[in-house]
């Protein structure tokens, strides 16, 4: 949704007296909610605290022993089992640390280097004129384009059954990059899938194998492990649900067949076990862990937050290592304070939950005496919902530019504003008074300036999570018919396999792709917005009027190209 690409968190998924699961971890102590501390965390969670929500996991680590765990809500809805200690949950982006401490054990025998380029292990893989290291898939920094934007563009659902093999092809066909190797960041899921492959070439074992046989076993980690068929049994899993607009939980599928960036399960008391091997290097020794947590580094020198499958940062003056992650309606984070020996970790199947900001409310009542104190931001404060003139409401409506390409549209429905963000869905506006108005769905806010001569507002700014982001006015001129006719017909990707359809119906310029239609919005000349997985579109056109290719950026996918081809006539598939 809008707003989601400016929240603070990098992320983005998430335990009653000790239960069986509880003695995989390492010397924890008994737990009970009887103590203030204990039920101010508990109070977190309340909203997912039910027999009828699904809910979390929680452990509050400590020198080494679990000090509080928790459970929270249902691991399964429809048989009314609770979510325990030692209930396993799917732990998504989490999983991409164990797959770079493969990487770090292999490199410490000697088996490979952090700067090999991956095409010695991975053939495959297009040449693409400039090495992409080991080293750049640890840190998001290939340019490589991520698995899921890709499948989604290809016409997959991420309910569909989704092998490696599905995803080796995909990645194979890719002829060109995001950017080149080390000159930006961006978080890519493809880079953990080829990680998981040097691990089979170099090891001569599965990810799977290997993690089990050099990490899961050593550490006693006995209820972990990457699964990579997604119909194994899994004895005492959570199953995920997502929260739907009625407010009811629906069950969410996750069918992943693949590992690497993904699909390892574990419980709270293994991940104790995990989080203590990074103070004791009982596996892997001090020097892998501390080059593990090596922060990577661009072309240009300047250095990023982000190390092997772990971010690392600072938090109130503290420093922390983390990670989180989200797939169907799992979310999960692990947060480390170093320095104070104290994590926390949140295990959840409630997709409503963020594990990530939970994570640091629960550091901020067990770490009071140690934080700095935390930087002015305002928050929105509770204001009661105003009626406006609907006359007052024609002046903000229009289009209002974030940054190039990015587009808030405000647009009027009766007595309220509605807004619509390049490549997402519409939201309505509540008013708290004659100049701001408010989402539901997220806390933000969007006030606007005082009208102008023109009975128009030229600008305003977005508040949230402490940010004031300018919105200018601008006006989008809709192209002309014979420009719209321009753009019409077949294009084709190579490097996906499929054909997209382009034509005009009912006044809206629409594409046609594997999985539907999608009505584009102008944003700029030859340039169109619409939902996701497409996002942002551009078409190639020469000066004779003739529009012979279209590019695809979606966030991480980047100038994707669709060449226009020669088919049947084209028409509405919506009327067929």
Partial sequence: MLFRIFTAAFAALYLSTTAPGAQSAPASSATSSSGPIERSVDQLFAQWAEPSSPGAVIAVLRDGKIIYSQGYGAANLELGVPNTPSTVFHLASVSKQFTAFAIHLLAQEGKL??????????????EFGKPITIRHLLHHTSGVRDQWNLLALAGWRLDDEITDDDVARLLFQQTGLNFAPGDQFLYSNSGYTLLAMVV?????????????????????????????????????????????PDGKYQYVALTYSTVGPSSLFSTVGDLARWDENFYTGDVGGPTLLAEMQQKGKLNNGSEINYASGLTIGRYRGLRIVEHAGGDAAYRTNILRFPDQHFSVVILANAGDLNPT???????????????????????????????????????????????????????????????????????PMYAVSNTAFRLRVVPAEIVFDAVGQDGKAQNAVLHQNGANLPLKRITIENPRADRLKAYEGH??????????????????????????????????????????????????????????????????????????????????????
């Avoid at 930087?375 to 209002?400: F, H, S």
């Fill in 113 to 126: 280097s952090l700067d090999d380029d991956v095409r010695k292990y991975v053939p495959k893989l297009h």
């Fill in 357 to 427: 900001a939970l994570s640091f409310r629960i550091a901020d009542i067990y770490l009071k005496e140690l934080l700095k104190p935390a930087r002015a931001r305002p928050e929105l404060d509770d204001k009661p919902e105003v009626t406006v003139d609907p006359k007052i409401l024609d002046a903000y409506v229009g289009d209002y530019e974030l940054r190039p390409g990015f587009i808030i549209s405000i647009s009027k429905d009766n007595d309220h504003l509605v807004e619509r963000a390049t490549g997402q869905s519409s939201f």
């Fill in 200 to 244: 089979k070439q170099v090891a001569g074992q599965t990810l799977p194998e290997f993690a089990k046989e050099r990490i899961f076993e050593p550490l006693g980690m006995s209820h972990t492990r990457f699964q990579d068929k997604y119909g194994t049994i899994v004895k005492d899993r959570a199953y995920s649900y997502g929260r739907q």
């Fill in 491 to 576: 294009y084709y990707s190579a490097e996906l396999g499929v054909i997209y359809d382009v034509f005009f119906h009912e006044d809206v310029l629409t594409v046609h792709y594997p999985r539907g239609d999608l009505d584009l919005q102008p944003v700029g000349v030859d340039a169109f917005t619409t939902d996701f997985p497409i996002g942002n579109l551009k078409f190639a056109c020469a000066d004779d009027g003739r529009c012979n290719a279209m590019l695809i950026d979606d966030g991480r996918v980047k100038q994707l190209r669709f060449d226009k081809t020669s088919l049947d006539p084209i028409g509405p598939r919506s009327s067929q």
